[in-house]
T-cell receptor, first 113, second 107 residues
Framework: DSGVTQTPKHLITATGQRVTLRCSPR?????VYWYQQSLDQGLQFLIQ???????AKGNILERFSAQQFPDLHSELNLSSLELGDSALYFC????????????FGPGTRLTVL | GQNIDQPTEMTATEGAIVQINCTYQ??????LFWYQQHAGEAPTFLSY????GLEEKGRFSSFLSRSKGYSYLLLKELQMKDSASYLC????????FGAGTTVTVRA
């Protein structure tokens, strides 16, 4: 158990819908990272938040957005869902910077039908 | 851009040693991580190299050569539970992952 929690574990929805994935970092960690893992793309960095502020962006689509709240939990919002968005979405946390070890949550498996 | 290469698959026998190579060409470098990932589960941290040389942690060791853009993960005394995907990740103020190497341990 890494100490990072994610909900829900599984999510099944239809194309065009919007979903919210939630992540709580390890106690004491200020940075949260979101990753997408699909079979053909591997693990792709989406976005990083540090203490409530966006710090780095990867290959995140405009239909996706995230935020980190004052209690440091984070949410990833996915809208206008497409079949290709079906993937495992992982949240990770670290003490502060990306040079610190990132610890991954159990993931949310999103299936878009 | 980032280019990180690892072999796709490796097979070894229980009790043996396996070496997983990773080569990288990245625009920046602040260290290299190795993670283990069992199918459908979260990646778990194995090792972190920021300076050249060998880091040993029990049955697992990791080596880095920054001048050659090369790292390897060495798994010794293989056990069945070591069957998993091993991900090499370069830290350039964000983690860029290789596609992973699936290791299958046979009895």
């Amino acid at each position: 158990d890494s100490g990072v929690t994610q909900t829900p574990k599984h999510l099944i929805t239809a194309t065009g819908q919007r979903v919210t994935l939630r992540c709580s970092p390890r106690s004491g960690d200020l940075s949260v990272y979101w990753y997408q893992q699909s079979l053909d793309q591997g693990l792709q960095f989406l976005i990083q938040y540090y203490n409530g502020e966006e710090r780095a962006k990867g290959n995140i689509l405009e239909r996706f957005s995230a935020q980190q709240f004052p209690d440091l939990h984070s949410e990833l919002n996915l809208s206008s869902l497409e079949l290709g968005d079906s993937a495992l979405y992982f949240c990770a946390s670290s003490v502060a910077t990306p040079t610190d070890t990132q610890y991954f949550g159990p993931g949310t498996r999103l299936t878009v039908l | 851009g980032q280019n990180i290469d690892q072999p796709t698959e490796m097979t070894a026998t229980e009790g043996a040693i396996v070496q997983i190579n990773c080569t990288y060409q990245t625009s920046g470098f602040n260290g290299l991580f190795w993670y283990q990932q069992h199918a459908g589960e979260a990646p778990t941290f194995l090792s972190y190299n920021v300076l050249d040389g060998l880091e040993e942690k029990g049955r697992f060791s990791s080596f880095l050569s920054r001048s050659k853009g090369y790292s390897y993960l060495l798994l010794k005394e293989l056990q069945m539970k070591d069957s998993a995907s091993y991900l090499c990740a370069v830290n350039d103020y964000k983690l860029s992952f290789g596609a992973g190497t699936t290791v299958t341990v046979r009895a």
